[in-house]
């Protein structure tokens, strides 16, 4: 990423948190398509209730990068907006050849559909999140997601564990990595609009990672005879500074909590969601929302999500940059924190809405 790169080649790869080893959930529906495990059911407090805000969808912004592209005035209005009221949009004419986008789907579809012992090549190991398995798990008591996953860190690529990548379908690991590219330039010129609402030069964010890292998930969520009663992935808002999120056509799943409702974010053919994480937050010390979503599965249908996360290198002090800081009342919601810091702490927990972000948060007096 030219001369952004502070750190050089033989730094060490970094390691992330550990996790318990659970249960492969595609592999439980295989034994029994009807069977929802005790350890999967939430309290009814925590279920995805029947209120149905579908029709709440259609509010989600959809940006047209083309005209971000250009500096258009107005599609950088809807993008500033669109992070401080939603902290999520969709993006179209994002750049990315549709050809990208269907291999990587094939791909994965593929790899998922490999018998057990063909993944569990790349299982994820019990002290740190890449491969195959499931990250989060930190309590036997837990209640757990109804989703499998791949993860992967990308970028740099000194910062891969090759023997976590997929060796199967043949190919997929040149598929991920073209379109992670993809998905790095595209975040990268995110990152440039969004230095241009915060009213930075262009090349502020990206500079201010002293490193952009790329991390990659891919979410499988097998089908649930009762999904009323589980939730694919648990309410969490992301630790990155975007993430960049693709999704299966036509499979509902993602929901984002805007005024206290669970409103889909339902797939628009081609289209990229992208949504602010908690760095853009604490740099913006509150202004751009890194809003609490989650996955929930479907009685029929697998669904597959593709989530590419761009973060700063351990080492950066995140806090509220001091021109969003409003110069009357001074106040500061996020006080300095080392971004390895706070991502490991995340990392280190299961994922509960915005508890995470607590150990950035300054402490008001009562
Ligand atoms: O499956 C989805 O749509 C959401 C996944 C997600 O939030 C994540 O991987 O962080
Ligand atoms: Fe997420």
Redesign the pocket.
Known sequence: MGSNETFTDNEEAPTYAPSVPVPNVQELIKEDPLQVPQRYVREPEDRPNDTDMSHLSSLVPVIDFSLLLMGNKEELNKLDLACQDWGFFQVINHGVAKEVLQKMKDAAAEFFELPLEEKNKIVMPSNDIQGYGHAYVVSDEQILDWSDALILVVHPSHYRKLKFWPNSPKGIQEIIEEYSNAIRKLGTELLESISLIMGMEKEALLGLHKQLIQAY?V?Y?PPCSKPDQVI??SP?S?TSTI?I?M?DDGVC??QLKHNNEWVPVNPIPDALVVNVGDVIEMWSNGKYKSIE?R?VANDNKA?V?Y?SFLFPHDEVEIEPLKHMIHPKTKQQVYKRVKYGDYLRNSMNRKMEGKAHTQMAKVETLA
Do not use: E, I, M, W
């Open positions: 998930r979410n969520y694919g992935v969490h992301d993430t999120l999704q799943g993602l979503h996955a669904r999500s989530a």
